[in-house]
T-cell receptor, first 117, second 115 residues
Framework: GAGVSQSPSNKVTEKGKDVELRCDPI?????LYWYRQRLGQGLEFLIYFQGNSAPDKSGLPSDRFSAERTGESVSTLTIQRTQQEDSAVYLCASRLNPRDASTDTQYFGPGTRLTVL | AQKITQTQPGMFVQEKEAVTLDCTYDTSDPSYGLFWYKQPSSGEMIFLIYQGSYDQQNATEGRYSLNFQKARKSANLVISASQLGDSAMYFC????????????FGQGTRLTINP
């Protein structure tokens, strides 16, 4: 079946502009995650959605970052008033069912490369 | 605090040789899961292998195996018979502590397979 998809694949924006990044998880996956990967670094957790539960926003670096998810489908990550330090690859992942330890694996999308000039 | 450490920023290996990528971890949770992901130049994170802390045997998936040494808190990835297509970044990760659903990643190791 189809994997996790993200759009756009690349985004170049000017400092101070707002951007929206989109993620379509694997169909049937109840959990969705956003991560950030700066150049040459590992992934940093940003936010986690699971069904109708309140999202875990503990990784969001500032109040300029927000995310929404519609039911168990599409998610949008919004960065307001972008700064050059926001330049990174933003990766989305989904997981079948976090309540089932046998389905622990997160499957990642191709990412959105954000460049803030 | 929870931490994943990958001490090899880069490794160079001849094709067809076996390679071991190091990963050590620290956590206060008695139950945890460890993962390895491959990230080729295209950028996508590809899941390779998973080891649960209570699994009795080391995980294996094709040419990938995980050398899990719980007492030493290490979870090294072994790739047998390396291929040119194995050239990529490799990340070790573990599930967040206290039920946190996130993955905590190491800094990665860049593996280059030479012909």
């Amino acid at each position: 079946g189809a994997g996790v998809s993200q759009s756009p694949s690349n985004k170049v924006t000017e400092k101070g502009k707002d951007v929206e990044l989109r993620c379509d998880p694997i169909s049937g996956h109840t959990a969705l995650y956003w991560y950030r990967q700066r150049l040459g670094q590992g992934l940093e957790f940003l936010i986690y959605f699971q069904g109708n539960s309140a999202p875990d926003k503990s990784g969001l670096p500032s109040d300029r970052f927000s995310a929404e998810r519609t039911g168990e489908s599409v998610s949008t990550l919004t960065i307001q008033r972008t700064q050059q330090e926001d330049s990174a690859v933003y990766l989305c992942a989904s997981r079948l069912n976090p309540r089932d330890a046998s389905t622990d694996t997160q499957y990642f999308g191709p990412g959105t490369r954000l460049t803030v000039l | 605090a929870q931490k994943i450490t990958q001490t090899q920023p880069g490794m160079f290996v001849q094709e067809k040789e076996a390679v071991t990528l190091d990963c050590t971890y620290d956590t206060s949770d008695p139950s945890y899961g460890l993962f390895w992901y491959k990230q080729p130049s295209s950028g996508e994170m590809i899941f390779l292998i998973y080891q649960g802390s209570y699994d009795q045997q080391n995980a294996t998936e094709g040419r990938y195996s995980l050398n899990f040494q719980k007492a030493r808190k290490s979870a090294n990835l072994v790739i047998s018979a390396s291929q040119l297509g194995d050239s990529a970044m490799y990340f070790c990760a573990m599930r967040g502590e206290q039920g946190a659903q996130k993955l905590v990643f190491g800094q990665g190791t860049r593996l280059t397979i030479n012909p």
